[in-house]
Nanobody
């Protein structure tokens, strides 16, 4: 089993920044992909940024050229750095850890990001 817990969301003004942290526990060695996803009201969930065990970075359209994602050496913490936020970035941001044996994904509870003046 794998558990993930997110932190770092909140209310920020347009142009502000947030740092989201995802901490995975359990069978860390079995994680193939660790990533951030988001879902805004009335919209489908979309990938923001993810890292694979073999070193690939997956960036969603919303993150390209804007956000950065980094992992610690233990590969159990994924940080999403989001500068220059805009209202369209408002969403619930969730972390997902995908297991290598069967590609089952383990989701956290999510953290709300609201960009508003």
């Amino acid at each position: 089993q794998i558990q993930v817990v997110e932190s770092g969301g909140g209310l920020v003004q347009p142009g502000g920044s947030l740092r989201l942290t995802c901490v995975a526990t359990g069978n860390i060695a079995s994680i193939y992909v660790l990533g951030w996803y988001r879902q805004a009201p009335g919209k489908e969930r979309e990938v923001v940024a993810a890292l694979t065990r073999d070193g690939r970075t997956i960036l969603g359209d919303s993150a390209k050229g804007r956000f950065n994602v980094a992992e610690n050496n233990a590969k159990d913490t994924l940080v999403l750095l989001m500068p220059n936020l805009v209202s369209a970035d408002s969403a619930v941001y969730c972390c997902n850890a995908q297991r290598d044996s069967d590609y089952v994904g383990f989701w956290g509870q999510g953290t709300q990001v609201t960009v508003s003046s």
